[in-house]
């Protein structure tokens, strides 16, 4: 138990020279994010993810046998737009390959324009979802989150991938004591969990509450938040921003 919150202390308030600084408490703030967003595509959007690509591959194959209440269009859109958000994300990580700072700055702050987007649209219907409101916000939403996911990828922060868990998950158990394993960062491994869960849960309660504008501007005041704190944490010579 202490080794598991101390790991989570270090991965909470990194020590002034671990080795990737910051960015494991700015990236756990993007996973409750993915929470949010997921939120906002499973239950407002139509039954799709714009996060869980293997959610959206298993859902479109319910589709097409003939599952009820899951679009095969809405799965292969929001899939599309994911994609294009991660080739804007690898090419991004390919023009800072050398600082991780700048890249999760930029990156955060594109992701924070399109989510700004979805807010306005949400706004302007009145969180009133109709087709063309709903495919609107898939687009700009998957494109945000395939970003998010290919540049989480390049800053190679272990088990904080922002978006998937499974490995996290089986990680907890596989690397575990019981398993004869040496149990790595236990604590990080858990508050990515629990970064995910807190996001979703948030989302859920104010969209069951009819508050999809209020959810998707929290999620956006913490991508703006994120982007903001890395500008100022980038120094041009930092050594955690160099490549991992």
Known sequence: MHRLLSD???TLRPAGDDRHGPLPPLMLVLT???GLVDAVSYLALGHVFVANMTGNVVFLGFALAGAQGLSALASVVSMAAFLV???AGG??????????GYLLRTSTAMQTVLVAVA???AAVADSRVGTGVQYTLIVFLGLAMGLQNAVA???GVPDLTTTVLTLTLTGLAADSTPAGGAAPRPGRRILSVLAMFLGALVGAEL????HLVLTLGLALLLLATVSVTTHRLSTADAVWARSA
């Open 8 to 10: 989570a202390a270090r």
């Open 32 to 34: 409750v994010v993915t």
């Open 85 to 87: 958000g991660a080739l």
């Open 91 to 100: 090419r991004l990580g390919t023009r800072f390959a050398t600082h991780r």
């Open 119 to 121: 807010v306005a649209v």
């Open 153 to 155: 990828r390049r800053l």
């Open 207 to 210: 969209l069951l509450h009819g």
